[in-house]
T-cell receptor
Framework: GAVVSQHPSWVICKSGTSVKIECRSLDFQATTMFWYRQFPKQSLMLMATSNEGSKATYEQGVEKDKFLINHASLTLSTLTVTSAHPEDSSFYIC?????????????FGQGTRLTVV | AQTVTQSQPEMSVQEAETVTLSCTYDTSENNYYLFWYKQPPSRQMILVIRQEAYKQQNATENRFSVNFQKAAKSFSLKISDSQLGDTAMYFCAFRSPLLTSGTYKYIFGTGTRLKVLA
């Protein structure tokens, strides 16, 4: 089955620094990837839709200058949390759909637990 | 706007018994997909089952089956012969038809935490 690899699986950073999270589709191409944020015991909140070769589409209330998304190739999207603060601590999950394989479901990465101290 | 509602925050079931998780959704669309995803303690999201809205037949995957009632906009998940490994958070999800942006939108419910008891 399709595999989405997310890296790192966890990261601790100091307040004010930036953190980059990578999302790779390993065995399929994805023109679109999705970035979610999940608070403890809560659902997935869509942050943005990452489009290969173009700007990401952010959901209402998500700061695009805070959460930079780059989808430079059909297999890689990155989320950079800039000037991180403790309130950015959360679980971030990416997902991707096999654009050409005709799959209907989205495949998920393992998630990244970000802790800002 | 589409919404997905899971009204059962937590449920428990005895091992080998059957449990049903509820999900309702709201949409004005006619063609869409519905999914149940499982999120175990590892936090990895795993697809359990999918249902095409245009299909009347309920989807089945081994011990997992759905009761899809399109008119009522209901999409419940039945787990038969529950196993300890079924303990997880279960999310109901709606996938929109293709949007003008050229992509799809996935909307998740708030989840049901299922605990299978030995």
């Amino acid at each position: 089955g399709a595999v989405v690899s997310q890296h790192p699986s966890w990261v601790i950073c100091k307040s004010g620094t930036s953190v980059k999270i990578e999302c790779r589709s390993l065995d399929f191409q994805a023109t679109t990837m999705f970035w979610y944020r999940q608070f403890p015991k809560q659902s997935l909140m869509l942050m943005a839709t990452s489009n290969e070769g173009s700007k990401a589409t952010y959901e209402q209330g998500v700061e695009k200058d805070k959460f930079l998304i780059n989808h430079a190739s059909l297999t890689l999207s990155t989320l950079t949390v800039t000037s991180a603060h403790p309130e950015d601590s959360s679980f971030y999950i990416c997902s991707a759909r096999d654009s050409w394989g005709g799959s209907t479901e989205a495949f998920f990465g393992q998630g990244t637990r970000l802790t800002v101290v | 706007a589409q919404t997905v509602t899971q009204s059962q925050p937590e449920m428990s079931v005895q091992e080998a018994e059957t449990v049903t998780l509820s999900c309702t959704y709201d949409t004005s669309e006619n063609n869409y997909y519905l999914f149940w995803y499982k999120q175990p303690p590892s936090r990895q999201m795993i697809l359990v089952i999918r249902q095409e809205a245009y299909k009347q037949q309920n989807a089945t995957e081994n011990r997992f089956s759905v009761n899809f009632q399109k008119a009522a906009k209901s999409f419940s998940l039945k787990i038969s012969d529950s196993q300890l490994g079924d303990t997880a958070m279960y999310f109901c999800a709606f996938r929109s038809p293709l949007l003008t942006s050229g992509t799809y939108k996935y909307i998740f419910g708030t989840g049901t935490r299922l605990k299978v008891l030995a």
